[in-house]
T-cell receptor, first 115, second 115 residues
Framework: NAGVTQTPKFQVLKTGQSMTLQCAQD?????MSWYRQDPGMGLRLIHY???????DQGEVPNGYNVSRSTTEDFPLRLLSAAPSQTSVYFC??????????????FGQGTRLTVV | AQKITQTQPGMFVQEKEAVTLDCTYD???????LFWYKQPSSGEMIFLIY??????QNATEGRYSLNFQKARKSANLVISASQLGDSAMYFC????????????FGSGTKLNVKP
């Protein structure tokens, strides 16, 4: 059981480049989300989705796009990378059928450096 | 708006002693769930324990227990008999409020267990 799979684990980008962080889950979870983790700031929500075709913004959405064409996949696109987007990115998923009781399952994280 | 506050950026504890990590939350919604995650130096997010807002008893999971004081809006994590492997970052999170699908995270507490 793979759980939540994120790729790549590490990435270095030049300012202005674009890229897509991949996230896939095999638990049939309705809820998927992207967070960025910066020192002293915890995990901040970028975008989230409650099902295929449904996405919404979190706390820090600027500079990022998402789409949800299937239940399993939720890619995060950086349109034009900036040094301020240097961070560790986590994808997480959760079931909504257990409602509040169900924890979020996390991918292994992607360490992104923008130079 | 929902908010999680962890006021201890870093803590030290002697091996085999108990330690309490503080977490306060802010929500006006009566239904919510509270979670604690552990993030070791390897980076993965590990779910530890859950407490529901309507749960009458404090949650326990092995050496982890949650000191839930609803009126004070606090959900402190207690780790008994600390082990060297408990050295990690710990995050408090809340699910619920006006959007029960979203998880809100605190800034984390770095715990160091001394031999």
């Amino acid at each position: 059981n793979a759980g939540v799979t994120q790729t790549p684990k590490f990435q270095v980008l030049k300012t202005g480049q674009s890229m897509t962080l991949q996230c896939a889950q095999d638990m049939n979870h309705e809820y998927m989300s992207w967070y960025r983790q910066d020192p002293g700031m915890g995990l901040r929500l970028i975008h989230y989705s409650v099902g295929a075709g449904i996405t919404d913004q979190g706390e820090v959405p600027n500079g990022y796009n998402v789409s949800r064409s299937t239940t399993e996949d939720f890619p995060l696109r950086l349109l034009s990378a900036a040094p301020s987007q240097t961070s560790v990115y986590f994808c997480a998923s959760s079931s909504t059928t257990g409602q509040l009781r169900t924890e979020a399952f996390f991918g292994q994280g992607t360490r992104l450096t923008v130079v | 708006a929902q908010k999680i506050t962890q006021t201890q950026p870093g803590m030290f504890v002697q091996e085999k002693e108990a330690v309490t990590l503080d977490c306060t939350y802010d929500t006006s919604d009566p239904s919510y769930g509270l979670f604690w995650y552990k993030q070791p130096s390897s980076g993965e997010m590990i779910f530890l324990i859950y407490q529901g807002s309507y749960d009458q008893q404090n949650a326990t999971e092995g050496r982890y227990s949650l000191n839930f004081q609803k009126a004070r809006k606090s959900a402190n994590l207690v780790i008994s008999a600390s082990q060297l492997g408990d050295s990690a970052m710990y995050f408090c999170a809340m699910r619920g409020g006006n959007n029960f699908n979203k998880f809100y995270f605190g800034s984390g507490t770095k715990l160091n267990v001394k031999p």
